[in-house]
């Protein structure tokens, strides 16, 4: 059951509903086979609105704001453990009624996307990595290193400064993509909503376990997009079967950096007809 909005970043398409205590903000666009989009640390579903004007005309497009992040907020048991999130996700998903679904996941989303085909194989049709996060050796993003600052975490919970969410977008980008002054405004006013900043403290200072070794076991097939300005990981080499695509010029944020380019490589991977040209 899913509530109207009532919330500022909301629109017509906005849902909400109830997962485990956490009150959700999704949408739900689109028909034909279902694709689960999860965004990265610090971002929203809104990283994807310029793929899924693309992609709802052929394929039913879910999205939502993952614990501690967006319009959905903290958890109130504060536990962003990869974990937590995969059994998010899934019961999510159950109350969807989805059984089954194409997932595709940028960064933390990707983390979460493979681990979601690990230990539920059964939801995962097909699965897309964005820029994926999982193995140990990973760089962290600016904004992860300061939330792992002793001296700043107690700032930073009381205050996320928009010049801040400026550098660090700034320093997540590669040269094909200008930050404008609404991407700045929209993650800054997502990150000072209640709760928000001392959830991503939460989430940068939990500790994660190494679950590499476990990537091997994924058996869905799997495209690995990577942009050439982000160290590769191994997801190609340990996944049977997986392929990958890199896009020039492109860093951290691939889903609002090459939207055109990463909705053709997912159409490809699932099979569906190619995107009208734009006209």
Same mark, same amino acid.
């Given at each position: 059951?899913?509530?109207?909005?009532t919330?500022?970043?909301?629109?017509?398409e906005?849902?909400?509903?109830?997962v485990?205590?956490?009150r959700?903000?999704?949408k739900?666009?689109g028909?034909?086979?279902?694709?689960?989009l999860?965004h990265?640390s610090g971002?929203?579903?809104?990283?994807?609105?310029?793929?899924?004007?693309?992609?709802k005309t052929?394929?039913?497009?879910?999205?939502l704001?993952l614990?501690?992040?967006g319009?959905?907020g903290?958890?109130?048991?504060?536990?962003?453990?990869?974990?937590?999130?995969v059994?998010?996700v899934?019961?999510?998903?159950?109350?969807?009624?989805l059984?089954?679904?194409?997932?595709?996941?940028n960064?933390?989303g990707?983390?979460?996307?493979w681990? @979601?085909?690990?230990?539920?194989?059964?939801?995962?049709?097909? @699965?897309?990595?964005m820029?994926?996060t999982?193995y140990p050796?990973?760089?962290l993003?600016q904004a992860?290193?300061m939330a792992?600052?002793?001296?700043?975490?107690p700032?930073?919970?009381?205050w996320?400064?928009?010049g801040?969410?400026?550098?660090?977008?700034?320093?997540?980008?590669?040269?094909r993509?200008?930050?404008?002054?609404?991407?700045?405004d929209?993650?800054?006013?997502m990150?000072n909503?209640?709760?928000?900043r001392s959830?991503?403290?939460?989430f940068a200072?939990?500790?994660?376990?190494?679950?590499?070794?476990?990537i091997?076991?994924?058996?869905?097939?799997?495209?690995?997009?990577?942009?050439?300005l982000?160290?590769?990981?191994h997801?190609r080499?340990?996944i049977p079967g997986?392929?990958?695509?890199?896009?020039a010029?492109?860093?951290? @944020?691939?889903?609002e950096?090459a939207?055109?380019?990463?909705?053709e490589?997912i159409?490809a991977h699932?099979g569906?007809?190619?995107?009208?040209?734009q006209?």
């Amino acid at each position: 059951m899913s509530e109207p909005h009532t919330d500022a970043y909301a629109d017509e398409e906005s849902r909400f509903t109830w997962v485990n205590g956490v009150r959700v903000h999704f949408k739900r666009e689109g028909g034909g086979p279902p694709l689960l989009l999860l965004h990265g640390s610090g971002s929203s579903l809104h990283a994807f609105d310029p793929m899924v004007e693309d992609l709802k005309t052929d394929c039913e497009v879910i999205r939502l704001d993952l614990p501690g992040f967006g319009l959905t907020g903290p958890r109130p048991d504060r536990d962003y453990r990869i974990e937590a999130y995969v059994s998010f996700v899934d019961e999510f998903l159950a109350g969807l009624g989805l059984d089954k679904v194409n997932v595709a996941g940028n960064s933390l989303g990707g983390n979460i996307a493979w681990n @979601l085909a690990v230990e539920h194989p059964q939801r995962v049709q097909r @699965l897309i990595l964005m820029n994926a996060t999982g193995y140990p050796e990973k760089s962290l993003p600016q904004a992860l290193r300061m939330a792992r600052n002793p001296v700043l975490r107690p700032l930073l919970r009381r205050w996320a400064p928009s010049g801040a969410a400026e550098q660090n977008l700034r320093g997540s980008v590669g040269p094909r993509m200008q930050v404008d002054q609404a991407l700045v405004d929209r993650v800054t006013a997502m990150m000072n909503r209640p709760g928000n900043r001392s959830a991503f403290i939460d989430f940068a200072n939990t500790d994660q376990p190494d679950r590499s070794a476990r990537i091997a076991e994924i058996t869905a097939p799997t495209l690995v997009l990577r942009g050439d300005l982000i160290d590769g990981q191994h997801f190609r080499r340990d996944i049977p079967g997986s392929y990958e695509v890199v896009l020039a010029g492109i860093g951290h @944020l691939m889903p609002e950096e090459a939207p055109a380019e990463v909705a053709e490589a997912i159409r490809a991977h699932l099979g569906l007809p190619a995107a009208a040209p734009q006209e």
